[in-house]
T-cell receptor, first 116, second 113 residues
Framework: GESVGLHLPTLSVQEGDNSIINCAYS??????FIWYKQESGKGPQFIIDIRSNMDKRQGQRVTVLLNKTVKHLSLQIAATQPGDSAVYFCAENIGAGEGYGNKLVFGAGTILRVKS | NAGVTQTPKFQVLKTGQSMTLQCAQD?????MYWYRQDPGMGLRLIYYSASEGTTDKGEVPNGYNVSRLNKREFSLRLESAAPSQTSVYFCASSMTGGNQPQHFGDGTRLSIL
């Protein structure tokens, strides 16, 4: 899950296992959510997104689940590989209106470590 | 396939010096953003530009100014750098229309002594 401050939560998984990374978001009016992966020395890389009118969306080896009732988002990674080791961030769009860009609020991140 | 390009990649400044961070995107995106990332924290929005000719404050704008030079370029300026501005700065861009993912550059690592 998410935390505030210098100590990020860490998830350690064995190569080949499934990973689940959780995120609690803050704004019940948020209508769009994104998961990003950030490797050391790089910028955040888009993984998958979901709109608030959906509760599940699947990509290649990744699934995002959205529970609006409890304001919870999760990222599931199937058959986790060493290359999945990174920091994962969820972001919610608090909205700038149609015709504008979006204003994202990021969680603090979760470290995923994959053991070979 | 460059995407979002940030320059410089690293910079060390002394307190009180000024500096402009450059960002350019080649994806024909209308919207651009500047964030800062501090250790153990997520990204915080400094300023954004929803479209060419407009800029707006984000969560942490104090001590910064921005210029949307044209559709491709969005610069961030520190007029009088302070140690509290030591951070990694990321630029991002997105299509306009609300629910669009932002695409990030690889950051500028800025240290202020």
């Amino acid at each position: 899950g998410e935390s505030v401050g210098l100590h990020l939560p860490t998830l350690s998984v064995q190569e080949g296992d499934n990973s689940i990374i959780n995120c609690a978001y803050s704004n019940s009016a948020s209508d769009y959510f994104i998961w990003y992966k950030q490797e050391s020395g790089k910028g955040p890389q888009f993984i998958i997104d979901i709109r608030s009118n959906m509760d599940k969306r699947q990509g290649q080896r990744v699934t995002v689940l959205l529970n609006k009732t409890v304001k919870h988002l999760s990222l599931q990674i199937a058959a986790t590989q060493p290359g999945d080791s990174a920091v994962y961030f969820c972001a919610e769009n608090i909205g700038a209106g149609e015709g504008y860009g979006n204003k994202l609020v990021f969680g603090a991140g979760t470290i995923l470590r994959v053991k070979s | 396939n460059a995407g979002v390009t940030q320059t410089p990649k690293f910079q060390v400044l002394k307190t009180g010096q000024s500096m402009t961070l450059q960002c350019a995107q080649d994806m024909n995106h209308n919207s651009m953003y500047w964030y800062r990332q501090d250790p153990g924290m997520g990204l915080r929005l400094i300023y954004y530009s929803a479209s060419e000719g407009t800029t707006d404050k984000g969560e942490v704008p104090n001590g910064y100014n921005v210029s949307r030079l044209n559709k491709r370029e969005f610069s961030l300026r520190l007029e009088s750098a302070a140690p509290s501005q030591t951070s990694v700065y990321f630029c991002a861009s997105s299509m306009t229309g609300g629910n669009q993912p932002q695409h990030f550059g690889d950051g500028t690592r800025l240290s202020i002594l």
